[in-house]
């Protein structure tokens, strides 16, 4: 166990809806990464979060949005879901920004009809 | 072509083998590397890191980097049915932002 949680574990939705997932950190970690792993993939950087601030950003489109709380927790905000969004989003926090090693969390699995 | 590839498999071997895992990159600005085991419908689980050419030792894992021909692989000795799994290959890219590049992942069964 990472101590990396996310919610919900399993999602269902349709196509053009919005979605909102949430992650919690690993205690005393300050940064959060999110990624995306569609069947058979490995997981692609959506974006990184450091201090509440947007600190890089992989080749998603801007209806991928996110925050960070003062608590250091995330979520991950998805508009207009297209049916190619359905994945496995995987959360990972990190001790700081350029520590070495992340810790991934159990991941919400997505599911747009 | 891909930032960091590798093979897809399956890959089978028998219980008690070395399974060999490999992995190639593309920039050669990379720093850190890392490989992920991914069980099936589970998060990746880190297992190894390495960062200077050679080898590095882990109980039953060896890592091994060679950054002249930007190449990176992971040795599993003793091979046990639980080792069956899809190990993932990552790649720290320089450049501030610190993003892991994952490959596919390469899916290994070990056959009792």
């Known amino acids: 166990e990472t101590g990396v949680t996310q919610s919900p574990t399993h999602l269902i939705k349709t196509r053009g809806q919005q979605v909102t997932l949430r992650c919690s950190s690993q205690s005393g970690h300050n940064t959060v990464s999110w990624y995306q792993q569609a069947l058979g993939q490995g997981p692609q950087f959506i974006f990184q979060y450091y201090r509440e601030e947007e600190n890089g950003r992989g080749n998603f489109p801007p209806r991928f949005s996110g925050l960070q709380f003062p608590n250091y927790s995330s979520e991950l905000n998805v508009n207009a879901l297209e049916l190619d969004d359905s994945a496995l989003y995987l959360c990972?926090?990190?001790?700081?920004?350029?520590?070495?090693?992340?810790?991934f969390g159990s991941g919400t699995q997505l599911s747009v009809l | 072509q891909k930032e960091v590839e590798q093979n897809s498999g399956p890959l089978s071997v028998p219980e008690g083998a070395i399974a060999s895992l490999n992995c190639t990159y593309s920039?050669?600005?990379?720093?850190?590397f890392f490989w992920y085991r991914q069980y099936s419908g589970k998060s990746p689980e880190l297992i190894m890191s390495i960062y200077s050419n050679g080898d590095k030792e882990d109980g039953r894992f060896t890592a091994q980097l060679n950054k002249a021909s930007q190449y990176v692989s992971l040795l599993i000795r003793d091979s046990q049915p639980s080792d069956s799994a899809t190990y993932l290959c990552?790649?720290?890219?320089?450049?501030?932002?610190?993003?892991?590049?994952f490959g596919t992942g390469t899916r290994l069964k070990v056959l009792a």
């Open positions: 990552a790649v720290n890219t320089a450049g501030g932002t610190y993003k892991y590049i």
């Open positions: 920039d050669r600005g990379s720093q850190s």
């Open positions: 990972a926090s990190s001790l700081q920004s350029g520590a070495e090693k992340l810790f």
